[in-house]
């Protein structure tokens, strides 16, 4: 028999309300045997557990050792596979609990662990024993094992060009599993991997928080202290790919759900919200212990409100209502099984969840405001400027401040700094213009542009005609012009990084530079100030709210702004963190280290990259620590103020030099001729992101549409065949 194809197609059973059970030994063995294993071992992730996990985890084995044995009689043997593998399962993952960090959040100790982690690998022991007598081999644990690695390997799957931090640790688990005993063997590589990890070191020390800026692989970040994830229309298409089974659940959602297959053309935006939500509950179950572990100060996800609406007051927020309000009725029941035992005080239901809000106008301001109030976190995006996230914060504290006197518990919420897309920009403007000096040289300019092209990849059918490139931002490009040609030649597509040697050869040859080699050292010298642009924005928001200097400043503003209380107004400030993203290079996440207020959202790809770095010689991590406080090389400064969008980026605007001198922060060289509201649509990071995101969107919602449709068929044809 295929046990592997076996055990991939187990499917959960419907789970009965309330629970039927009378301990957390009977609650872990019902929910993992009905097929929840992940959440079984979570449900022991409870502080009134602590001191008593040993005890609890022999009643477990206890339990599951008997429905072990028992299956040997099974006259299915479909069945017998099933138990053994649930079993496996739920203490695989009870077992990387106790390895992450999840045991220091819940209070278990170093030696209760332990001495928890000895019962499982003797219980797995015994079990693969039972096989080998058998199978001669322990086929299902095997089996399991397998199922495990191939979760890990689903990260970027569907970019085969990537490599991602999880897919690559199991990679390097997977050749350390023996035929003998795969169980043990998975648990202790998983320790190295955890325990050596730069992510896990700098969790357990709290030099920084940490986030994933990707839909999938989050319990194998949680393990190294993980405590948000981030996510965007286009990366929820992303997770469709890279794991194929969500149409499956999508499917399964829609039949359940049959109002929505009522002309889909015409519910197309309610039908992604729905996908969107099936791919994003699993990222909420994954972090909802680690809500309640940190009473809501962690643990939350990211949804990007539809963009199509993202500048409408009332569009935004009754998407957000509606999005709220279902996870909430489908955390109600989670929460059952979750939160069992727990005391009932403590509230359940709430949805882990905060709403992206984009920056892109100045409804972002009221949206965030008004969300707020409703105790409804946010976590504003489409965000590159001092200004603009120095705004939104300040909206932020408004909407908090109003929901705490009415008693309502704030949660962590976030300002995204998209760094990376700033830079992207900025790079894309300095290329832009190096082109038209070097155009000015010639006399054929539309050839020598087209050179270039063809030499970047980009194909020119006719030099006069419409030239067609991708942006690199998630749409294409349709050039007509010789202005449009210039701009499609500078995106981050073709010209990234900006020392690029194809074009260093054509500004030389050109006469723009001396020789290929000079212009080689000026466009890195150039790519060096310009990857500084995003970290000095990180780093100025940052410095306003958060720096030792400023923070009891902000404190008292809020005490006497809206009244409150010192603690409730230490609370607000302490809930909202900078959340740089968007990260190109390892050292932005380095040069954004803080141990208050700051969670770094990583990309699999990128994290791979920051683990690199941590490996190699000489590098240090006490050389980081709260760097986002470094004083950078003031020439840095001096040449990105040559650029326009730099100064718009970095500067305050009048209203807010007014605002932050009333709270007693010292704006006197902070500028004034930042990035106003009224300009926030128009500034180029901005309509780049917003294209992508857009058009990102649209294809996702097409998609979704047909899959409707495809449902929707399926039912008509099986309602014909039974009548």
């Given at each position: ?11 959960p ?58 299956s ?8 017998r ?93 997977e ?7 795969p ?18 070191i ?87 212990p ?20 993202a ?5 935004s ?54 969300l ?24 932020k ?18 300002e ?25 040289k010639?006399?054929?300019k ?14 020119v ?39 690029k ?9 050109i006469?723009l ?93 990128h ?34 103020f ?8 970095y ?72 009548s």
């Amino acid at each position: 028999m295929d046990v592997y194809s076996i055990i991939n197609s187990i499917k959960p059973e419907e789970l009965p309300s309330p629970p039927p059970v009378n301990d957390h030994a009977g609650l872990v063995v019902f929910t993992a045997l009905k097929g929840y294993p992940e959440l079984a071992a979570d449900h022991l992730l409870n502080p009134q557990i602590k001191g008593k996990l040993v005890e609890v985890l022999g009643s477990i084995t206890r339990q599951l050792n008997l429905e072990f044995v028992k299956s040997s009689n099974y006259v299915d043997e479909k069945e017998r596979i099933k138990i053994r593998a649930l079993a496996y399962n739920v203490l695989i993952e009870i077992a990387l609990n106790l390895l992450g960090l999840e045991r220091v959040w819940a209070g278990f100790s170093d030696d209760e662990s332990e001495k928890a982690l000895k019962i499982i690998k003797e219980t797995v022991k015994s079990w693969e024993e039972l096989e080998r007598a058998k199978y001669e081999k322990p086929v299902i644990a095997h089996a399991v094992v397998k199922t495990k690695i191939k979760d890990m390997r689903k990260v970027l799957s569907s970019k085969p060009k990537r490599e991602g931090m999880v897919a690559a640790i199991g990679q390097d688990v997977e050749r350390k599993i023996s035929e003998n005993t795969p169980i043990e063997d998975f648990i202790e590589a998983m320790r190295v991997e955890i325990k050596n990890n730069i992510y896990y070191i700098m969790s357990k020390e709290g030099i920084c928080r940490f986030g994933n800026d990707y839909a999938i692989g989050l319990r194998w970040l949680r393990r190294l202290g993980y405590v948000q994830v981030s996510t965007n229309p286009v990366l929820a298409a992303v997770a469709y790919d890279d794991d194929p089974d969500l149409w499956e659940k999508f499917k399964e959602y829609l039949r359940k759900h049959p109002e929505l297959l009522e002309n889909p053309d015409a519910k197309a935006d309610e039908l992604a919200m729905a996908a969107t939500m099936v791919a994003l509950w699993p990222n909420m179950e994954v972090f909802r212990p680690v809500a309640y572990l940190k009473n809501f100060t962690d643990g939350m996800i990211s949804y990007q409100l539809n963009p199509n609406v993202a500048d409408s007051v009332k569009g935004s927020l009754e998407d957000a209502l509606k999005i709220y309000s279902a996870t909430q009725e489908y955390f109600s029941k989670y929460d059952e099984y979750l939160l069992w035992g727990w005391p009932t005080y403590i509230e359940r239901g709430r949805p882990n969840i905060v709403f992206k809000v984009a920056g892109s106008s100045p409804a972002a301001i009221d949206i965030t405001r008004e969300l707020e109030t409703l105790g409804i976190g946010t976590n504003n995006t489409v965000t590159f400027t001092v200004a603009q996230e120095a705004s939104l914060i300040l909206a932020k504290m408004e909407g908090m401040a109003k929901a705490a006197k009415r008693g309502i518990r704030t949660t962590k919420v976030y300002e995204t700094n998209m760094g990376g897309r700033l830079e992207d920009h900025l790079r894309e403007v300095v290329a832009a213009n190096y082109i038209r000096k070097a155009l000015e040289k010639v006399d054929n300019k539309i050839r020598a542009l087209a050179n270039l092209a063809e030499k970047l990849g980009i194909t020119v059918e006719s030099l006069e005609g419409e030239w067609r490139g991708a942006s690199g931002w998630g749409y294409d490009i349709v050039a007509r012009t010789l202005e449009e040609k210039i701009n499609l030649l500078a995106s981050r597509q073709y010209i990234r990084p900006l020392n690029k040697e194809v074009f260093a050869e054509f500004l030389a040859e050109i006469g723009l530079f001396e020789a290929k080699d000079k212009a080689l050292r000026e466009l890195e010298r150039k790519e060096k100030i310009i990857g500084y642009a995003g970290t000095l924005v990180a780093q100025r928001v940052w410095w306003i709210f958060f720096s030792p200097e400023n923070r009891n400043k902000w404190i008292a503003y809020l005490v006497s702004r809206y009244n409150l209380d010192p603690e409730k107004a230490e609370e607000i400030l302490n809930n909202i963190d900078v959340l740089p993203a968007s990260k190109r290079k390892p050292s932005d996440t380095y040069l954004t280290l803080a141990r208050n207020n700051m969670t770094n959202t990583e990309f699999p790809d990128h994290q791979l990259n920051v683990v690199k770095m941590s490996q190699e010689p000489g590098f240090k991590l006490s050389n980081y620590e709260d760097a986002i406080a470094i004083k950078h090389d003031p020439e840095i400064l001096r040449e990105l103020f040559k650029m326009e969008d730099f100064r718009k980026a970095y500067e305050l605007t009048e209203d807010l030099a007014r605002i932050l001198s009333e709270v007693g922060i010292e704006v006197k060289d902070m500028g004034t001729n930042g990035l106003k509201p009224d300009e926030w649509a128009t500034f180029g990071s901005t309509v780049k992101t917003m294209t992508g995101f857009t058009e990102g969107y649209n294809k996702f919602r097409e998609k979704v549409v047909d899959v409707a449709k495809e449902v929707a068929k399926e039912i008509v044809k099986k309602a014909v065949s039974v009548s």
